[in-house]
């Protein structure tokens, strides 16, 4: 047997091996090959999720390591995918390169399906039964496109890291496949692990024992997704540090996004002078949850990002977000995939949600149901399965807070609660309407009763 398994980011290479060291992923006699995709716009310019700072020490897990980039160049990993001809051949190409015999049993663990390079892999390894590893907060939601025929058929199960205790993923529900939990534990472990080889980089950037009285801020890439203007970001980052400020904490340690521009660190160096606060910057090609483990904030500040989960499960820190109201509003389209890790930071920072057997305060409604609802909105085809767990939770929310999680034309697109109601003089022409056919039919009526024929459209026509 041998098990293929796909990443492109370091986070998600942690957590495979939390799965293959947890025993998670079988026993150790299957032959594990790691193939790493680097889906980065630029990837000669972006290292690899196995050569960044920390993945040395996880690559002992493997009985190899693929570069998936050199696989298939010239092509880009999102871009690949292969014709049903192709396919055989590319296989046979494969098991001869990648050492698997040609009628060895093969396993598909892969990151978000449909989407390629997973989607590739699958189409490949035709017969190869087929896992998912999770991705974070986005796992929490429906994917974009329905499986095909031979994915869902093919579908085994999915792994997934327990950020959210009591909630289960709905990623692919709807073919029910087994689900295995994480505990964040075996992360957090991993994580450690990481942290311990990368220490010289840590000590160089003055991140490699606690800061005290520190809060991390996690810089987000909104503006290069279109989300926000650079300048709105800048303001939204500004934002983040006065709530340090308001905290009464004295250190602003500020990781920017791999991805994001470098513009935004001197007028947020200036706001923490002005607020008295210590500065320290974190601009290192390291995971935020290294930077945690090492530094061990009392609070992680972000907008939506998955590192708000992580701190929390992994390390305990309290977490506060910012300005996930105003994307509640802005973010398009509905069926966006930031729209569930944005609702579920934005509920359980609002007072209003918590975890199932949380005690974040009385009259606190439980999160799975506004995650059916919004899962529902956003691909009512393929969660068919929740249209009556939304209903129940749009009932109620009609008229409340609730609603900003929502779209009216989305509501009254899907006939459910909350929909935009028809313009009062639609209603009445339409009463009038009925009248006017009603007793035209009963004209005609009377008139045939005597033997004559009359066209009830006219009588309609001419009153």
Request: proline share 6%; glycine share 8%; charged share 25%.
């Amino acid at each position: 047997m041998a098990q293929i398994i796909e990443i492109s980011t370091q986070y998600q290479l942690a957590n495979v091996v939390a799965l293959i060291r947890s025993g998670r992923l079988g026993e150790a006699e299957a032959r594990r090959i790691l193939v790493v995709a680097n889906n980065s716009f630029a990837p000669e310019l972006t290292p690899a999720a196995d050569a960044m700072p920390g993945s040395r020490g996880l690559l002992a897990d493997f009985d190899a390591v693929i570069d998936w980039n050199a696989a298939i160049w010239p092509n880009h990993p999102k871009a690949f995918g292969i014709s049903g001809e192709r396919a055989p051949i590319m296989e046979r190409a494969l098991r001869r390169e990648w050492d698997i015999g040609d009628r060895e049993p093969v396993e598909l663990i892969v990151e978000s399906l449909p989407g390629h390079p997973a989607g590739a892999l699958t189409q490949i390894f035709a017969t190869a039964a087929i896992s998912v590893h999770s991705d974070g907060l986005m796992s929490y939601g429906p994917i974009r496109n329905p499986l095909t025929l031979p994915q869902w058929q093919r579908l085994r199960a999915i792994f997934y890291t327990d950020l959210l205790p009591g909630i289960t993923p709905r990623q692919l529900a709807e073919h029910n496949p087994d689900r295995e939990v994480l505990p964040t534990a075996e992360l957090a472990s991993v994580i450690d692990d990481m942290t311990a080889e990368v220490a010289e980089e840590l000590a160089a950037a003055g991140l490699d024992s606690r800061i005290d009285g520190s809060a991390l801020v996690l810089g987000q890439y909104l503006a290069q997704l279109d989300l926000i203007t650079g300048e709105e970001e800048l303001e939204l980052h500004r934002q983040m540090i006065d709530v340090v400020r308001d905290s009464g904490l004295s250190t602003v340690v500020f990781k920017p996004h791999p991805t994001s521009a470098r513009t935004t660190i001197e007028p947020l160096r200036r706001r923490c002078e002005e607020a008295g606060l210590d500065f320290v910057l974190a601009d290192v090609p390291l995971l935020a949850e290294i930077v945690v483990s090492a530094t061990r904030p009392e609070l992680v500040v972000s907008c939506f990002s998955t590192g708000l989960a992580t701190a929390k499960g992994l390390y305990g820190c309290q977490t506060a977000a910012v300005g996930t109201e105003r994307l509640l509003a802005d973010l398009a389209p509905y069926q966006n995939s930031n729209r569930i890790p944005l609702t579920i930071v934005d509920a359980l920072h609002s007072g209003r949600f918590e975890l199932p057997g949380g005690l974040a305060g009385r009259g606190a409604d439980d999160l799975n149901g506004l995650i059916d609802a919004v899962t529902y909105c956003m691909q009512p085809s393929s969660a068919g399965h929740l249209r009556g767990s939304a209903i129940d939770f749009l009932r109620s929310a009609v008229g409340g807070p609730d609603m900003k999680y929502f779209k009216r034309k989305r509501l009254t697109a899907l006939d459910l609660p909350g929909r935009l109601q028809a313009p009062l003089h639609r209603k009445t022409l339409s009463a009038a309407k009925r009248r006017l056919t009603a007793g035209a039919k009963r004209t005609q009526r009377v008139f045939k009763d005597y033997g004559i024929t009359v066209d009830a459209s006219k009588l309609r026509k001419n009153g």
